[in-house]
């Protein structure tokens, strides 16, 4: 009897120790949980976030921001790129090379920025975001603008 406790205690200590050493998931720092709603494009897929979920994002500085667009109407802070539209495969060079990186791009509306993350999957990027709706989303929800 004292031999059988002792086994079943022993077995438990071993399952106690194997999932709290096996049952944690990955943690590593460069995954992120998903947001927003998948877009699947030729090639992959982006994903279109909300401006909650962007201004979340914003606190992130390897998080790089594309403003997208035909016309300055104004930024989003912390943006890190002005591009005119029908411009992305002319400027790649100040795109991260990282195909991993975190790249969000936007415009006034939210089509122009879609078409320029659809282009950056067909390039091989791997973690795109489209602001949906824009800097008109953006601003109707109250986050802050930088004058265009």
Same mark, same amino acid.
């Given at each position: 009897?004292?031999?059988?406790?002792?086994l079943a205690l022993a077995l438990l200590m071993a399952i106690s120790v194997?999932?709290?050493?096996?049952?944690?998931?990955?943690?590593?720092?460069?995954?992120?949980?998903?947001?927003?709603?998948?877009?699947?494009?030729?090639?992959?897929?982006?994903?279109?976030?909300?401006?909650?979920?962007?201004?979340?994002?914003?606190?992130?500085?390897?998080?790089?921001?594309?403003? +997208? *667009?035909? $016309?300055?109407?104004?930024?989003?802070? #912390?943006?890190?790129?002005?591009?005119?539209?029908?411009?992305?495969?002319?400027?790649?060079d100040k795109i991260p090379a990282d195909k991993a990186a975190r790249i969000?791009?936007?415009?006034?509306?939210?089509?122009?920025?879609?078409?320029?993350?659809a282009y950056l999957v067909g390039q091989g990027y791997t973690r795109v +975001? *489209?602001? $949906?709706?824009?800097?008109?989303?953006? #601003?109707?929800?109250?986050?802050?603008?930088?004058?265009?």
């Amino acid at each position: 009897m004292k031999r059988s406790a002792f086994l079943a205690l022993a077995l438990l200590m071993a399952i106690s120790v194997l999932a709290a050493c096996g049952g944690g998931g990955n943690t590593n720092a460069t995954t992120t949980p998903a947001i927003g709603t998948e877009v699947q494009v030729e090639g992959g897929s982006y994903r279109d976030i909300t401006p909650a979920e962007l201004y979340d994002l914003l606190d992130d500085d390897t998080v790089f921001v594309v403003q +997208y *667009n035909a $016309a300055n109407t104004g930024n989003i802070p #912390r943006t890190d790129l002005f591009l005119q539209y029908g411009t992305l495969s002319a400027n790649m060079d100040k795109i991260p090379a990282d195909k991993a990186a975190r790249i969000v791009l936007y415009c006034a509306v939210g089509a122009m920025s879609a078409d320029g993350a659809a282009y950056l999957v067909g390039q091989g990027y791997t973690r795109v +975001y *489209n602001l $949906a709706g824009g800097l008109g989303a953006w #601003r109707d929800q109250g986050y802050p603008v930088i004058a265009g």
